[in-house]
């Protein structure tokens, strides 16, 4: 069959899935109807600042926001979004939009082609708009989280911090929605190369592990891991899974050899700071989704009775629990939770072929199931549609970044930031003119994702904060409270080491305060945003005011 005749046959069944994705991801947009809409601070302080920097100058030299240096996070995954806004035209404001169709479009795609490996091209388009708005997706647990999910909503109970944790976790910017077509292509390419291993087959499959290596941390190691379980569960296989293996592990190198130099360099600090590699108590802190754990129960049982061409499948699944719960051997807590990203879709498909063979075995089911299959993800994508919408408005968490992305607009069109250097202050504007005019943030959430060691953070936040005008003693009780409310790193978890870091940070105020004018010079501060309540003097003689509006006044500084 041609392949004019394969997208004559496959394309009505794949509409209605790249509509819903496109719904999805402009409804935030045209609910505002603007082409700017920031769903949370991961993407305001580090993702949107990354991007546009990328986008002013080369889309596949990532750069560390605060810094100016390299960044840990690899740029396959965020490159086509960016290309897609050069094309399509446009400012670094409208780039979470350009990535949310890029990944949308791309995710409905591989889900609807690795969902058509076992089924009919309409089941398959059906099933495609269930996993697209069910935030089950993201355990595997299809129908129970979106049930849940719209109780809560209905109830008026608390929908949590952002949209995606309240009701689609699964489109999240950057991780799952960027990375997630590059795990579906390995998950149907692995799983067509074990079902009728052909050179050309485990070629794609091996290439399609080893992209792995350079798109996410937690797929490579669930891939690694699940090959190598399938050589164990699939012994006459196993040849095709190392091979499979082996090619991936040999394109996946560059990125270790990376990653290995990065650490290197850059230390441990940013990565203990974040959780990643933090040496906990065994056991302390496992994650155990019950509802997942018999899914998979359940798929093995399955797999050996009647769907052993999707053995490999359930071998990735397990290899995902493992590692959400391998701190029982290894001690460490690396976001353990991530592991989630790579369980959902492994078991969300194992649990849908699951349901069509079990329909196809017995007639009556077949016969009023497909009914009511229709019925059931019909009204799950209307309940996820008004969820997503009232997410996207009404979260206060959201609407304050909503909000001072309108009033630095306003603020920005009556006066000319600096061509380059660092911007201090106000986090929330610090942001705001990273993704804007690509000034580095001095301090906040994007410092503290920077790979910087400690001491150097405590400087840059005893700096910000004689900049604001704060006293010792303010400084003090805001350090005080931040270290409390902390949910990373060893201050999170230990009294003493909270106290041990709020004494570093208060002589790194002490030293800032004593020599303001090198502080600044060091990290080549030209801005400084105070909110309303700050000191109206500038910080010193040579800071000037700029500009003074509802929310910030500004003071650039002398050349």
């Not at 409905?108 to 089941?123: E, G, S």
């Not at 870091?501 to 004593?514: D, Q, S």
């Amino acid at each position: 069959m041609s392949a004019a005749e394969v997208i004559r046959r496959e394309l009505p069944a794949v509409l209605p899935g790249l509509l819903l994705a496109v719904t999805l991801a402009t409804l935030p947009y045209g609910w505002r109807g603007q082409c700017s809409w920031i769903a949370d601070y991961d993407e305001l302080a580090f993702y949107l600042p990354v991007g546009a920097k990328a986008y002013r100058e080369h889309p596949w030299r990532l750069a560390d926001p605060a810094t100016g240096g390299p960044t840990y996070y690899q740029p396959l995954s965020v490159v086509p979004g960016i290309v897609l806004l050069r094309v399509l035209g446009g400012s670094p404001w409208s780039l979470g939009l350009a990535w949310r169709l890029w990944g949308g479009i791309a995710a409905a795609l591989l889900w609807y082609a690795a969902l058509r490996w076992k089924l009919r091209p309409w089941a398959a388009a059906w099933a495609t708009l269930l996993v697209l708005c069910d935030p089950g997706v993201l355990q595997g647990q299809l129908g129970y989280a979106l049930l849940k999910t719209g109780v809560r909503h209905l109830s008026g109970a608390d929908l949590g911090p952002t949209p995606t944790a309240a009701s689609l976790p699964q489109w999240r910017i950057w991780n799952p929605l960027l990375s997630w077509p590059w795990w579906l292509a390995f998950l149907l390419l692995a799983s067509r190369a074990a079902e009728q291993p052909s050179r050309g087959r485990i070629l794609a499959a091996g290439t399609s592990c080893g992209l792995l290596f350079h798109i996410y941390f937690y797929f490579w190691t669930t891939a690694v891991a699940g090959l190598l379980l399938a050589c164990l569960a699939d012994r006459h296989r196993a040849v095709t899974y190392v091979k499979i293996l082996g090619l991936g592990l040999l394109l996946g190198l560059p990125a270790l050899a990376g990653a290995v130099q990065f650490r290197q360099q850059y230390g441990a600090d940013w990565l203990l700071r974040t959780d990643k590699f933090l040496p906990v108590p065994r056991g302390s802190e496992l994650l155990l989704p019950r509802l997942s754990l018999l899914l998979v129960a359940a798929a093995w049982v399955w797999v050996w009775r009647r769907g052993r061409e999707v053995r490999f499948l359930a071998c990735l699944a397990t290899a995902a629990l493992l590692l959400l719960h391998h701190t029982l051997l290894t001690g460490l807590q690396i976001e353990n939770f991530h592991w989630n990203f790579a369980l959902g879709p492994a078991l969300s498909l194992l649990v849908i072929f699951l349901l069509a063979d079990l329909a196809n075995c017995f007639p009556l089911v077949q016969r009023w199931g497909g009914t009511l299959a229709k019925s059931g993800i019909t009204a799950a994508v209307l309940l996820a549609l008004v969820l997503w919408a009232r997410a996207c408005s009404l979260l206060p968490e959201n609407q304050h970044i909503q909000q001072v992305t309108q009033d630095y607009h306003f603020q920005r069109a009556n006066c000319a930031l600096p061509a380059g250097g660092t911007v201090a202050g106000d986090p929330d504007f610090q942001y705001l003119a990273a993704i804007d005019a690509g000034l580095r943030p001095l301090a906040g959430y994007t410092a503290v994702l920077s790979p910087i060691r400690e001491a150097e953070l405590s400087e840059r936040l005893a700096l910000n904060a004689c900049l604001l005008g704060q006293s010792r003693a303010q400084f003090e009780a805001e350090q005080r409270e931040q270290l409390a409310r902390n949910r990373w790193g060893a201050e999170a978890r230990s009294a003493a080491v909270r106290a041990q870091r709020l004494a570093e940070r208060l002589a790194a105020w002490e030293a800032v305060n004593a020599d303001l004018a090198g502080a600044v010079r060091r990290y080549d501060v030209r801005l400084v945003a105070r909110p309303p309540g700050a000191p109206e003097q500038p910080p010193s003689p040579e800071w000037v005011l700029l500009a003074r509006g509802p929310r910030w006044t500004l003071y650039v500084r002398r050349e």
